[in-house]
C-alpha cells in the first residue's frame, strides 16, 4: 500500500481504479512505406472509430447540455467524410509513399493554416476543427484511450491538475474523485469537485505517477490522505468512513424545505453556483433557493468558436425557466487567466491574473460582449435573471458597462425584440479595489457579491493557482474579512444586498461571522447548500 497526502477539497470518501489522465502531444514521425493500400485500409477504419466516436459524443452532449452545445460534434463528423480532407491524406500516402500518421499531420497543418487566412471569423474558427478532428484520428490509431471524454466505467481521474477547458470534457457520471499532483484548493478542478460534490484531494506531488494507472485507490477527502493498493484493514476503514459520509448526506436530504433560518429568526438566503446547465439538477436536487453564479464562461470554454447568440439564449432561457421564478444571477464571460479558450486568440501573457481578462475583454472586444447581453436580455422573460460582471475595478468600468447595457437594449427595441426592462444588474467585489471604493460603486448597481476566491488571491498577493503559496495561503485573513465587511455596510448603506459566491462562502467556520456582518445571501456549490443550511439553523446571533 502506497499512502499520499495532499490537501482535500470534499470532505467524502471513494474507492475506485485510477484512470491517470495525461495531456496528448503527437510527435508525427515521417516514413516510407510499400503498401500503400495498407495504409488507406487503416485510414478507412480508424475514420470508422473516430465517426462513431463523434455521434455517441454528440448524444452524450444533447442528453448533457442540449443540442446547441453538441452541434459542434456534428461537424466534426462532417468534417471527417470532406472529401477535400479525405483526399488529401490519401492522395499524401499513394503520391509520396508515405504513412498515414504523416499524411494526417500534413493535412492537418495544411487544412488549419488555409482556414485561418480566410476573412471569415467563422471560417477561423474552422481551423481549429480541422485539428481536433485530426488529433482524434491520431489517437484512433495510437490507440489511446479518449481519456476524459471516453470513460467507460466510474474511475478516480489523476492528472497533474486539470484546466476548465479539459473539466468540461468530462463525462461526469464516470468521475468518483479526482487526485492530483498539483492544483490549489480553489483551483477549478477543485471548484468542479465540490460543485459535484465527490472527493478530491490537490497538491499530492509528483509521488503521485503513471505509473498508478489503472491501480485501486481509496481517497480520503476528510484527511487528505490517498491509499493506492489499499491493505485489507485500511479498506476496511474507509468502507465504514464511507457508511457514516453516507449517513451524513441522507441525515442532511431532511433538511429540504426548510427555512435558512437561525434560532434567533435571522434569515439568510442560500443560492447555488453553476458552471452550466447540466448542473441545473444538482441545484433542484439540493434545494437552493436561487443561482448566486452562473459561470457563463464555461459555455465558452466548451465550444471551439464564440458560442452565437441563439446558443446563449437557450442556455440562459433553460436556468430561468428551470429556476422558475427564482433568482437567476449570470455572470457575464469572466475568461482570460486561467480559464483560456484557444479561439480569443490572447496574448500570453507575464502576469495573466493580472492581465487582459474577465470586464476588461467585455469592454474592448465588445462585440462578444453586446452578444451576450442580448441573449441575457432576451432570456431575461423567461424567468428571473440578473446579470452580474466579473472583475470590476472602478466606477468608470460600470459607468462604460451601462453604456453598453443601454446600446443593447434599444437595438432590442428597434428590433421589436421582447426583454425585461427592470432586470437586475450587479458586480462581483474580488478586487480589493472594488471593496475600497464600494461606496460609490453601491450608487451605481442593484447588488454586490462577493468572489472571495479572487479577493484572496488579490489582497494577499497569492496566485490561486500556485499549491507551493498554500503555507501562506489565509482566506480567513483579517484583510479579506474587513472588506467584506466594508463591502456589506457600503451595499447597506445604500438600501443594496449583498451576497458571497466565491469558495468561502460555504466555509461554514466563517457563516456566523458572515451573518453577523448582514450578508444577505451566501452562494455555494450545490452539494454544500444543506451543509450550510444545517450550520444556519444551528446559529444564535442574539
Ligand atoms: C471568485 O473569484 O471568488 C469567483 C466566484 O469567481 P471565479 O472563481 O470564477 O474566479
Ligand atoms: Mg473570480
Not at 489511446?144 to 457520471?173: G, R
Not at 443601454?406 to 458586480?427: A, H, N, Q, S
Request: negative net charge; aromatic residues 8%; hydrophobic residues 40%.
Amino acid at each position: 500500500m502506497v499512502v499520499l497526502k495532499g490537501k482535500s477539497v470534499f470532505h467524502d470518501v471513494c474507492m475506485g481504479k485510477i484512470v491517470f489522465y495525461k495531456r496528448k502531444e503527437h510527435t508525427i514521425k515521417r516514413y516510407k512505406v510499400e503498401d500503400t493500400e495498407g495504409e488507406l485500409k487503416r485510414f478507412r477504419e480508424a475514420k470508422e472509430t473516430a465517426l462513431a466516436q463523434l455521434k455517441e459524443l454528440y448524444n452524450r452532449t444533447v442528453a448533457d447540455v442540449g443540442e446547441a452545445n453538441a452541434a459542434i460534434f456534428e461537424i466534426h463528423q462532417m468534417m471527417l467524410e470532406d472529401l477535400d480532407y479525405v483526399e488529401s491524406i490519401e492522395n499524401i500516402i499513394t503520391s509520396q509513399q508515405v504513412n498515414l500518421e504523416y499524411a494526417i499531420g500534413a493535412t492537418s497543418d495544411n487544412f488549419s493554416a488555409m482556414f485561418s487566412a480566410m476573412d471569415d471569423a467563422y471560417m477561423q474558427g474552422r481551423a481549429a476543427d480541422v485539428k481536433d478532428v485530426s488529433e482524434r484520428l491520431l489517437a484512433v490509431l495510437l490507440g489511446e484511450e479518449e481519456s476524459l471524454n471516453q470513460l467507460t466505467e466510474p474511475v478516480v481521474i489523476a492528472a497533474d491538475d486539470l484546466v476548465p477547458s479539459e473539466t468540461v470534457q468530462l463525462d461526469k457520471s464516470k468521475v468518483l474523485g479526482f487526485i492530483m499532483q498539483n492544483g490549489s484548493t480553489n483551483s477549478h478542478t477543485a471548484i468542479l469537485a465540490r460543485s459535484m460534490g465527490i472527493p478530491a484531494i490537490v497538491g499530492l506531488g509528483e509521488k503521485l505517477c503513471e505509473d498508478y494507472n489503472g491501480k485501486k485507490v481509496v481517497v480520503d477527502g476528510f484527511d487528505g490522505a490517498v491509499y493506492i493498493d489499499p491493505d485489507s484493514e485500511t479498506e476496511a476503514r474507509m468502507q465504514e468512513k464511507m457508511q457514516q459520509a453516507k449517513a451524513h448526506k441522507e441525515m442532511l436530504q431532511e433538511l429540504k424545505g426548510k427555512e435558512n433560518v437561525t434560532r434567533d429568526g435571522r434569515k439568510v438566503k442560500i443560492f447555488a453556483n453553476i458552471g452550466k446547465t447540466a448542473d441545473l439538477a444538482n441545484v433542484l436536487a439540493n434545494d437552493a433557493g436561487g443561482i448566486g453564479l452562473f459561470r457563463s464562461e464555461f459555455l465558452y470554454l466548451e465550444n471551439d468558436d464564440y458560442p452565437t447568440e441563439e446558443q446563449q439564449f437557450a442556455a440562459y432561457k433553460q436556468a430561468a425557466e428551470t429556476m422558475a421564478g427564482k433568482t437567476v444571477v449570470i455572470r457575464t464571460l469572466d475568461i482570460g487567466a486561467d480559464k483560456q479558450a484557444d479561439y480569443f486568440k490572447l496574448d500570453k501573457e507575464e502576469n495573466p491574473a493580472l492581465g487582459y481578462r474577465a470586464i476588461r475583454i467585455c469592454l474592448t472586444r465588445t462585440e462578444i460582449f453586446k452578444t451576450q447581453l442580448r441573449a441575457l436580455y432576451r432570456a431575461s422573460m423567461f424567468g428571473n435573471i440578473a446579470i452580474m460582471y466579473p472583475m470590476i475595478t472602478s466606477v468608470e468600468e460600470v459607468r462604460q458597462i451601462k453604456e453598453i447595457e443601454k446600446e443593447v437594449r434599444e437595438e432590442l427595441k428597434k428590433e421589436g425584440i421582447p426583454f425585461k426592462e427592470d432586470v437586475e444588474t450587479g458586480i462581483m467585489i474580488e478586487t480589493p479595489a472594488a471593496a475600497l471604493v464600494s461606496d460609490e460603486l453601491a450608487k451605481e448597481v442593484d447588488f454586490f457579491s462577493v468572489g472571495t476566491n479572487d479577493l484572496t488571491q488579490y489582497t494577499l498577493a497569492i496566485d490561486r493557482q500556485n499549491q507551493n503559496l498554500e503555507p501562506f495561503y489565509n482566506p480567513h485573513h483579517k484583510a479579506i474579512l474587513r472588506l467584506i465587511q466594508m463591502a456589506a455596510d457600503n451595499a447597506h448603506a445604500e438600501g443594496k444586498w449583498i451576497g458571497i459566491c466565491g469558495e468561502l462562502g460555504a466555509d461554514t467556520a466563517l457563516t456566523e461571522e458572515f451573518l453577523r456582518m448582514g450578508i444577505d445571501e451566501l452562494s455555494v456549490s450545490p452539494s454544500m447548500v444543506l451543509e450550510v443550511r444545517k450550520k444556519v439553523r444551528e446559529l444564535d446571533l442574539s
